[in-house]
């Protein structure tokens, strides 16, 4: 494992590498000009934006968003792990992590089937297109940030692994867009309106 | 450096918790209360990104950056609401 020292106060080094951050910028301006977007018709259509929010599961957000943060804590403690050589707790914690990201799915499985159970499409409002639009795309980016996470844990257990701190730290930091994003749309989509 | 996270996953929770329920609790005075959620989510925001994210390591460009996209979009939401 190659523990080169990186000096994170250079600019061109931020913790996890210069590409990550750029991707997670260009990801929260996208989310943040759709919900930007959401408000703003939201303050056109009050009464159907209140209606609609009122038939969302907020209690399955709120469990949601803490599946999330735990799962961004165990990935911190993770990276933390692997910085100090403890391969095997390391594993232990991205396994924990992979587990909260599941158990956020399996939640949005039953929330999307009751939606859909109810007629609740896209189709349905403006309100509803926004949900369907950025939580499934917020989804998409949870079940990548998985597969990251299964492939890193995969390859850092490998006998002479090339993983470096850097690759589990930019695998972090995906992940933790997951959290960052969500913590834009929970408040937004399920408790405004 | 461990108590640090310790401290900021309690904080993320306890912050989550009171925020949800006060805003489902509340009928009355919702500007009020819709400034005041979205500025503790944007509190959670903050320490996921420099805590988790490690970016208080990183140069200030990258965190007055971060600062200034999250502030542009509370500010246009808070403005529209």
């Known amino acids: ?193 | 450096m461990k108590i640090s996270k310790e401290y900021t996953f309690i904080a993320l929770l306890t912050l989550t918790f009171v925020s949800s329920i006060v805003t489902l609790k509340t009928t009355e005075g919702k500007t009020d209360v819709y400034f005041l959620l979205l500025i503790l989510w944007a509190v959670k925001f903050i320490l996921v990104a420099f805590e988790f994210m490690e970016l208080r390591k990183a140069n200030v460009f990258w965190k007055l950056t971060l600062g200034f996209v999250l502030a542009l979009i509370m500010t246009i939401i808070l403005l529209l609401l």
């Open chain 1, 1 to 193: 494992m190659n523990t080169l020292k990186i000096n994170y106060k250079n600019i061109y080094y931020p913790p996890g590498g210069i590409l990550i951050w750029i991707i997670i910028f260009l990801e929260l301006i996208t989310f943040g000009m759709a919900l930007v977007a959401f408000v703003y018709d939201g303050t056109k259509n009050h009464e159907i934006f209140h209606q609609s929010r009122l038939q969302l599961n907020a209690t399955l957000g709120l469990v949601n968003t803490v599946f999330l943060l735990s799962s961004g804590y165990f990935m911190a403690k993770a990276v933390h792990e692997f910085e100090h050589k403890n391969i095997s707790k390391a594993s232990l914690f991205l396994k924990i992590t992979a587990l909260g990201g599941l158990l956020f799915i399996v939640v949005k499985f039953f929330e999307y089937s009751a939606k859909i159970e109810h007629g609740l499409t896209p189709d349905t409002n403006s309100f509803y297109m926004y949900y369907w639009l950025l939580t499934a795309f917020h989804l998409i980016h949870v079940i990548v940030g998985l597969v990251i996470i299964l492939w890193t844990n995969y390859s850092m257990k490998k006998t002479n692994t090339t993983t470096e701190v850097e690759d589990v730290k930019t695998c972090g930091a995906f992940w933790h867009m997951c959290d960052l994003i969500w913590l834009l749309l929970f408040p937004v989509l399920y408790l405004i309106f």
